[in-house]
């Protein structure tokens, strides 16, 4: 069945140990950027001490995997069950890049975008990851 969800409850892969793990931010779009790092930062470290808590570890309804971080590039993640959809950001890389119409070096990073499509359609997804990149190249 299709849920509809009145927040955000951010999740984020942790790589632990154990393996990956994901912590949830509930409440993500209600908090402070900062919030959320902080809150991210207790939960993983609670994850990766292994204390955490079933709240902290399920209801995500987005889920963040940065996979840059164990030196991977692009991926194709899986919807994770309830989740509307999950982001992979891949390790950054130098690359040519045209800036102002001249070559140039500049730092890319691979992001993928799975979704499930009962609850977002293709060109939805895809201005997604357009404003996405525009909001991190600003």
Same mark, same amino acid.
């Given at each position: 069945?299709?849920?509809?969800?009145?927040?955000?409850?951010?999740?984020?892969?942790?790589?632990?140990?154990?393996?990956?793990?994901?912590?949830?931010?509930?409440?993500?779009?209600?908090?402070?950027?900062?919030?959320?790092?902080?809150?991210?930062?207790?939960?993983?470290?609670?994850?990766?001490?292994?204390?955490?808590?079933? $709240? =902290?570890?399920? +209801? !995500?309804? *987005?889920?963040?995997?940065?996979?840059? @971080? %164990?030196?991977?590039?692009?991926?194709?993640?899986?919807?994770?069950?309830?989740?509307?959809?999950?982001?992979?950001?891949?390790?950054?890389?130098?690359?040519?890049?045209?800036?102002?119409?001249?070559?140039?070096?500049?730092?890319?990073?691979?992001?993928?975008?799975?979704?499930?499509?009962?609850?977002? $359609? =293709?060109?939805? +997804? !895809?201005? *997604?990851?357009?404003?996405?990149?525009? @909001? %991190?190249?600003?």
């Amino acid at each position: 069945d299709v849920v509809l969800h009145d927040q955000v409850n951010l999740g984020f892969a942790v790589d632990t140990d154990a393996g990956l793990m994901v912590v949830v931010v509930d409440a993500a779009d209600d908090r402070t950027t900062a919030d959320i790092g902080d809150q991210f930062e207790r939960l993983a470290s609670a994850a990766r001490n292994r204390t955490i808590t079933a $709240d =902290g570890a399920t +209801g !995500q309804t *987005f889920t963040i995997s940065n996979i840059g @971080a %164990l030196g991977g590039g692009h991926g194709t993640p899986i919807i994770p069950l309830g989740t509307s959809a999950i982001l992979s950001v891949g390790r950054a890389a130098e690359q040519p890049v045209v800036v102002d119409g001249a070559l140039a070096v500049g730092l890319v990073a691979p992001i993928d975008l799975s979704y499930d499509h009962r609850l977002i $359609d =293709g060109g939805l +997804g !895809q201005r *997604f990851l357009a404003d996405l990149a525009a @909001a %991190l190249e600003a």
